[in-house]
């Protein structure tokens, strides 16, 4: 298995511009999640699916923020307009097995809004 | 209440030590504790994880104590190597849900 998948890896934006992120969990994982890490704040999340539903997007920190998942094996995450406050590490995670509970993250996107 | 609260920050050991890495909770809730480790560039990854109702548990170099009563739990990394250099994170899943609160991390250097 190819583990979770991020695309972009890095992402240098200018500030008022929309960034979409994208993420293909591993195959058979029904739990999708985002999260956000920053020096200040830590591990957030975000967001999280399961089976493509939105279940808790309390996370989310504005309404420039917003995530989807139109199918099991792809979700986006879209930053618009995007601020230089935006400029973090975006994870995206899959789960399986909900009594493990075991999160498999993919390699993050680096987004830097300027 | 929600909060995982972690120390130290940052912690270097000699190599062959003993890295030791405290959390605590307040959140009677939260019902199962993961440690997770985070190389830079990487996403973090499973290190070893223990339920409420075990007071330790041991894979290989980590071991993870929990003391239900102190709403605290710890790992310990024993003959603490270079590659063990990283940042650590513990978490805590809020019970009936897939979420994880996630602690501050720790960065710990093993010294050659």
């Known amino acids: 298995d190819a583990g979770v998948i991020q695309s972009p890896r890095h992402e240098v934006t200018e500030m008022g511009q929309e960034v979409t992120l994208r993420c293909k969990p591993i195959s058979g994982h029904d739990y999708l999640f985002w999260y956000r890490q920053t020096m200040m704040r830590g591990l957030e999340l975000l967001i999280y699916f399961n089976n493509n539903v939105p279940i808790d997007d309390s996370g989310m920190p504005e309404d420039r923020f917003s995530a989807k998942m139109p199918n099991a094996s792809f979700s986006t995450l879209k930053i618009q307009p995007s601020e230089p406050r935006d400029s973090a590490v975006y994870f995206c995670?899959?789960?399986?097995?909900?009594?493990?509970?075991?999160?498999?993250f993919g390699p993050g996107t680096r987004l830097t809004v300027t | 209440q929600q909060q995982v609260k972690q120390s130290p920050q940052s912690l270097i050991v000699q190599k062959g030590g003993i890295s030791i890495i405290n959390c605590a909770y307040e959140?009677?809730?939260?019902?199962?504790f993961p440690w997770y480790q985070q190389f830079p560039g990487k996403g973090p990854a499973l290190l070893i994880a223990?339920?409420?109702?075990?007071s330790e548990k041991k894979e290989g170099r980590f071991t993870i104590s929990f003391n239900k009563s102190a709403k605290q739990f710890s790992l310990h990394i024993m003959d603490s190597q270079p590659g063990d250099s990283a940042t650590y994170f513990c978490?805590?899943?809020?019970?009936?849900?897939?979420?994880?609160?996630f602690g501050q991390g720790t960065r710990l250097t093993i010294n050659p």
């Open positions: 223990i339920r409420p109702d075990v």
């Open positions: 978490a805590a899943n809020i019970q009936g849900a897939q979420k994880l609160v």
């Open positions: 995670a899959s789960s399986h097995d909900p009594g493990r509970r075991n999160q498999v």
């Open positions: 959140n009677t809730a939260f019902d199962y």
